[in-house]
């Protein structure tokens, strides 16, 4: 089940790329059609998973058996909601991008291809085989942004790759190290490989340049505006919904569970990163006169609380970052696919020209409006559960409640540059750039629809996510020993 999750976008690039010049058009049926299967594959995932256990749907075999290299793929309640996501925005992706018409076939082969490098990280239980999905994601990213990006698209994805690349080989050193050390690549046969604290400090230090840049983490953050403002709606979406998260989701799986002692003695310098991270992130969006930077910069902003809860290292605070994390995925995911349709129509992004869309698109303001509010983390809306926990979480540990304290500082800074927001784009009297625009066609709201669903089913009924994520912490937070 999890391999044809896996690879079965990659029989859709194949399929694509045998059409013929003639009928590249009919790529995006094909995008769309393999995106949907992989999606129903992934919530039968959901719904056949028992929540009550550990790692599930496993498939192992030997890879390369000289040196203990194997294909090893398994879920759990920390993963699962990840893969999901990871197929929900991908077919959200494909559909939003219905009307691309610069070279067809290459554009959705490279989305797929994407989405089989976002699969195989979250499934990946051997070092070798998550560090080759780690790294087949940069290559799509790269050409999305590169070729179908802005007007400085080149300089973007050139930044975007050196920068993820750099925080790569750091992390390739750190798994070379645990292999010298414990002798094999099984991620979770080294939970238990017994490592001394000193060894766990500097493979702690490795790992965490490798997963900080794609998080991204104060200062290593600089890539990322520049990325979103330059890459097409559908690769904004994917990198802030699903690629920032593989960032995080390393130090859940791989920093926590094997090098718990470095961990906790990180765990000060991670917590401060995080505060800085949130306040940070929210006072620069204040000043962006761009909506797609401002979004971007909430998203190092809204990084921070996974980070602070991964800091925290209670129960309540890793399952609010994972909570952030899927929540995050989904609503910065809406703001990113509102903002192209809003610059589709107008051909400008520069928050004073398109005031007043809620006289002349009602549609498209209101769900701007519902996704800005959502950011902001207002109770009963998915935003919120993931910072509250993440919070209780870090108050609970044994960090400086100063930094909780800086943290909830950026909860008030969210709620006033989003809402500074919807005051200068939603209401007011519409601008020369959005009086002759038409509202949301049915095919840009039903790509809207799954993801206010879940942002409204999550925010009220917490348990919709939290049955798979809490067991999967608790036995997480047992292994650490916390």
Excluded: C
Excluded at 219 to 247: F, I, N, Q, R, Y
């Amino acid at each position: 089940m999890l391999s044809i999750i896996v690879f079965l976008p990659l029989i859709g690039v194949v399929l694509i790329a045998m059409l013929s010049k003639e009928r590249e058009s009919a790529a995006r049926l094909i995008a769309t059609a393999v995106a949907a299967v992989d999606l129903i594959l992934a919530s039968l995932l959901a719904v056949n998973f028992d929540v009550t256990g550990g790692m599930q749907f496993i498939e192992k075999f030997d890879w390369v058996s000289g040196v203990g290299i194997q294909y090893y793929l398994g879920v759990d309640g920390i993963s699962l909601p990840m893969v999901f996501l990871s197929a929900l925005l991908t077919l959200v992706a494909v559909v939003a991008s219905w009307k691309i018409e610069v070279k067809p076939k290459a554009y959705f082969a490279m989305i797929l291809l994407l989405e089989v490098g976002m699969n195989g990280v979250f499934m990946a239980l051997d070092f070798v085989l998550f560090y080759v999905f780690w790294e087949l994601v940069l290559v799509p990213m790269y050409f999305l942004i590169g070729t179908w990006g802005g007007p400085r698209r080149e300089y973007a994805a050139m930044k975007f790759f050196l920068y993820t690349l750099f925080g790569s080989v750091f992390m390739l050193v750190g798994i070379i190290a645990l292999y010298l050390q414990a002798g094999t690549f099984d991620i979770v046969a080294l939970t238990d490989a017994g490592l001394s604290p000193t060894f766990q400090w500097w493979v702690f230090g490795a790992f965490f340049l490798g997963f900080a840049v794609k998080v991204p983490v104060f200062p290593l953050h600089t890539w990322l505006p520049d990325a979103h403002v330059e890459a097409p709606t559908a690769a904004s979406v994917l990198l802030a919904g699903v690629l920032l998260k593989m960032g995080t989701y390393g130090f859940i799986r791989i920093s926590l569970p094997i090098l718990p002692d470095a961990a906790a003695q990180w765990s000060p310098f991670l917590a401060a990163l995080a505060a800085i991270s949130i306040v940070y992130g929210a006072a620069v969006a204040f000043a962006q006169t761009d909506m797609k930077k401002l979004v971007a910069y909430s998203s190092v902003s809204h990084m921070g609380f996974v980070m602070l809860g991964i800091a925290a290292g209670t129960a309540e605070g890793i399952t609010g970052a994972v909570a952030v994390m899927f929540s995050h995925g989904v609503v910065t995911g809406m703001l990113f696919l509102l903002v192209g349709m809003v610059y589709e129509r107008t051909h400008t992004r520069v928050i004073e020209d398109v005031r007043g869309l809620s006289s002349q698109v009602p549609v498209a303001a209101g769900l701007m409006a519902f996704a800005s509010i959502a950011s902001l983390g207002l109770p009963g809306l998915s935003g919120f559960v993931g910072e509250f926990l993440s919070l209780v979480g870090a108050w609970r540990s044994d960090m400086w409640p100063g930094w909780v304290i800086i943290a909830a500082v950026g909860v008030l800074l969210a709620a006033a540059y989003m809402l500074w927001l919807v005051q200068r784009v939603v209401l007011g009297s519409p601008s020369h750039a959005v009086a002759e625009i038409e509202d949301l066609e049915p095919r840009e709201i039903a790509v809207l629809l799954p993801l206010v669903a879940l942002t409204l089913g999550v925010g009220i009924y917490w348990d919709l996510l939290l049955r798979y994520v809490d067991p999967a912490v608790r036995g997480l937070t047992a292994l650490m020993g916390a």
